[in-house]
């Protein structure tokens, strides 16, 4: 069975890859997902905060009396918050590198297209392969109109862009109000490929401490609809590669990513739930289906359930939408 696929140009042996999570920042549990059959890593995000609050303390060492950033960095998390620092994190892609033979994937997470993005260039001479840019902006600031927020964007890509000459992916979020229109936006300022979504983490809120509670859930197979939908539309009208990420549990959803349109799907909250051997699970359910099918390998099965691909391709839109509805109002659950 041939399960072989390619994601930012990148030739892979299969499309499962192992996303960003604490799995995959330790030298040993990216051996350990390559043995798996992990076909890449995506490392942990490396934060703009985390890069400029380390270029701050060596200023004020070298430069500041002992109180001149006193004050500004109390605003960051301390070094000790941070899983890694960007030392540590370019350490662990040259080890990496010569340990491993699947592709590095370095996620960089920053809001703008300041002096941080070196590190890309950093990133890339310690052995990454490509970068994926996570993009995590909260518009909360009202002055801001859709063209401003998504021209951040544009403008980070951009300043990633001219520093490396790996490729660079987006992990974009669902909210934009025009999203097929990013994407090409995107890919049209050198975007080579898209991962949807990245999960916003909202904060709770605890009653009895009346205090905002920041934790984490999981993903679930009941997040796959929104990406699916995305990828499905998507598929046929983008040049740069897909990528699947969010509630992939079982085999089930690295399939219904693929006939979607995904050259790869991503999984994290499997790995942390079940182990990194979780990963032969998802490959072993993937080559039952597609032997069951006669089909010889992805390309037989890649898309076939996008829009462009069905015969009824309004039925990613709004005939979906009352298709549904009407359905479960009737008790319908075709």
């Given at each position: 069975m041939d399960l072989t696929t390619t994601y930012l140009g990148l030739a892979?042996?299969?499309?499962?890859?192992?996303?960003?999570?604490?799995?995959?920042?330790?030298?040993?549990?990216?051996?350990?997902?390559?043995?798996?059959?992990?076909?890449?890593?995506?490392?942990?995000?490396?934060?703009?905060?985390?890069?400029?609050?380390?270029?701050?303390?060596?200023?004020?060492?070298?430069?500041?009396?002992?109180?001149?950033?006193?004050?500004?960095?109390?605003?960051?998390?301390?070094?000790?918050?941070?899983?890694?620092?960007?030392?540590?994190?370019?350490?662990?892609?040259?080890?990496?590198?010569?340990?491993?033979?699947?592709?590095?994937?370095?996620?960089?997470?920053?809001?703008?297209?300041?002096?941080?993005?070196?590190?890309?260039?950093?990133?890339?001479?310690?052995?990454?392969?490509?970068?994926?840019?996570?993009?995590?902006?909260?518009?909360?600031?009202?002055?801001?109109?859709?063209?401003?927020?998504?021209?951040?964007?544009?403008?980070?890509?951009?300043?990633?862009?001219?520093?490396?000459?790996?490729?660079?992916s987006m992990k974009l979020s669902p909210y934009f109000s025009a999203l097929?229109?990013?994407?090409?936006?995107?890919?049209?300022?050198?975007?080579?490929?898209?991962?949807?979504?990245?999960?916003?983490?909202?904060?709770?809120?605890?009653?009895?401490?009346?205090?905002?509670?920041?934790?984490?859930?999981?993903?679930?197979?009941?997040?796959?609809?929104?990406?699916?939908?995305?990828?499905?539309?998507?598929?046929?009208?983008?040049?740069?590669?897909?990528?699947?990420?969010?509630?992939?549990?079982?085999?089930?959803?690295?399939?219904?990513?693929?006939?979607?349109?995904?050259?790869?799907?991503?999984?994290?909250?499997?790995?942390?739930?079940?182990?990194?051997?979780?990963?032969?699970?998802?490959?072993?359910?993937?080559?039952?289906?597609?032997?069951?099918?006669?089909?010889?390998?992805?390309?037989?099965?890649?898309?076939?359930?996008?829009?462009?691909?069905?015969?009824?391709?309004?039925?990613?839109?709004?005939?979906?939408?009352?298709?549904?509805?009407?359905?479960?109002?009737?008790?319908?659950?075709?």
């Amino acid at each position: 069975m041939d399960l072989t696929t390619t994601y930012l140009g990148l030739a892979l042996k299969n499309p499962v890859v192992a996303s960003a999570s604490p799995l995959t920042i330790g030298l040993d549990n990216i051996r350990r997902i390559e043995d798996a059959g992990g076909a890449a890593v995506v490392l942990p995000s490396l934060f703009e905060e985390q890069i400029e609050q380390e270029a701050n303390r060596f200023e004020a060492y070298t430069t500041a009396g002992p109180a001149g950033f006193g004050e500004m960095l109390s605003y960051l998390p301390t070094a000790a918050s941070y899983r890694t620092g960007p030392h540590e994190y370019l350490e662990t892609i040259r080890r990496a590198h010569d340990s491993v033979a699947i592709p590095l994937i370095a996620s960089l997470n920053g809001v703008t297209g300041a002096g941080w993005t070196k590190h890309t260039r950093l990133a890339q001479d310690a052995g990454a392969s490509a970068i994926e840019l996570n993009v995590f902006f909260i518009p909360a600031d009202p002055s801001l109109d859709a063209q401003q927020v998504e021209q951040r964007y544009v403008d980070v890509l951009h300043a990633v862009k001219a520093a490396v000459s790996i490729p660079v992916s987006m992990k974009l979020s669902p909210y934009f109000s025009a999203l097929a229109h990013t994407v090409r936006v995107l890919g049209r300022a050198g975007a080579d490929g898209f991962v949807l979504f990245n999960r916003f983490y909202q904060p709770d809120i605890d009653l009895a401490s009346l205090q905002l509670r920041h934790d984490i859930e999981l993903s679930t197979p009941a997040e796959i609809r929104l990406p699916i939908l995305w990828l499905g539309v998507l598929f046929g009208q983008v040049a740069g590669s897909l990528a699947a990420s969010t509630g992939v549990e079982t085999s089930d959803e690295v399939i219904k990513y693929l006939l979607a349109g995904a050259d790869v799907v991503m999984t994290a909250s499997a790995l942390l739930r079940h182990g990194i051997g979780h990963l032969q699970t998802l490959l072993a359910g993937l080559t039952e289906w597609l032997t069951a099918r006669d089909a010889t390998s992805l390309s037989d099965m890649r898309g076939q359930l996008s829009q462009r691909m069905i015969k009824d391709p309004v039925a990613y839109e709004r005939v979906n939408y009352i298709k549904m509805l009407h359905g479960h109002i009737s008790g319908d659950k075709q």
